[in-house]
T-cell receptor, first 116, second 109 residues
């Protein structure tokens, strides 16, 4: 089991471009979470998804950010018209279904987004 | 609103010394607390959680609801314990984790 896979590991974009970050959960996991870590800070929750559904997006900025977890394929975090303040490490985590109580979240290596 | 505070950004101890990484939380309900660790050039990984009441790599943490704390302790630090440590809280309304700012532990030889 390769664990949670995120790609790319590093992504450089110019202001105004779009950034797409991908996350494949661990095998058998149907819950995906995205977190953002700004320099010198802890991880901040952004969004929680299950297949084809957004369950909680209370941590997502209201504009330019979107997330999806389609029936087939990885979860995508999309940032449109990037600005310098979007530079951060973006981590994805996954867990097994909620039918099993207290399942821990397993994290990927993260994507380091740099905006020029 | 829930909040996790790790008051120390950096903790430096000598090998063999006891170590305590502090974590305080605020949450009105019954929280579930975790410690995650990130070793150099590795991904964040779960170290332990309070419901398991286990010792991992010699570390223990006890949930103190009166003091709203979940401090991580180890009686004798090892050099390989040097890493970033994050305390996290999961509320019982959902699965999201609220993280503290992290503490960098440096164990000197």
């Amino acid at each position: 089991n390769a664990g949670v896979m995120q790609n790319p590991r590093h992504l450089v974009r110019r202001r105004g471009q779009e950034a797409r970050l991908r996350c494949s959960p661990m095998k058998g996991h149907s819950h995906v979470y995205w977190y953002r870590q700004l320099p010198e800070e802890g991880l901040k929750f952004m969004v929680y998804l299950q297949k084809e559904n957004i369950i909680d997006e209370s941590g997502m900025p209201k504009e330019r950010f979107s997330a999806e977890f389609p029936k087939e394929g990885p979860s995508i975090l999309r940032i449109q018209q990037v600005v310098r303040g979007d530079s951060a490490a973006y981590f994805c985590a996954s867990s097994a279904g909620q039918g099993l109580s207290n399942q821990p979240q397993h994290f990927g290596d993260g994507t380091r987004l740099s905006i020029l | 609103a829930q909040r996790v505070t790790q008051p120390e950004k950096l903790l430096s101890v000598f090998k063999g010394a006891p170590v305590e990484l502090k974590c305080n939380y605020s949450y009105s309900g019954s929280p579930e607390l975790f410690w995650y660790v990130q070793y150099s050039r590795q991904r964040l990984q779960l170290l332990l959680r309070h419901i398991s009441r286990e010792s991992i790599k010699g570390f223990t943490a006890d949930l103190n609801k009166g003091e709203t704390s979940f401090h991580l302790k180890k009686p004798f630090a090892q050099e390989e314990d040097s890493a970033m440590y994050y305390c996290a809280l999961k509320n019982n309304a959902g699965n999201m984790l609220t993280f503290g700012g992290g503490t960098r532990l440096m164990v000197k030889p």
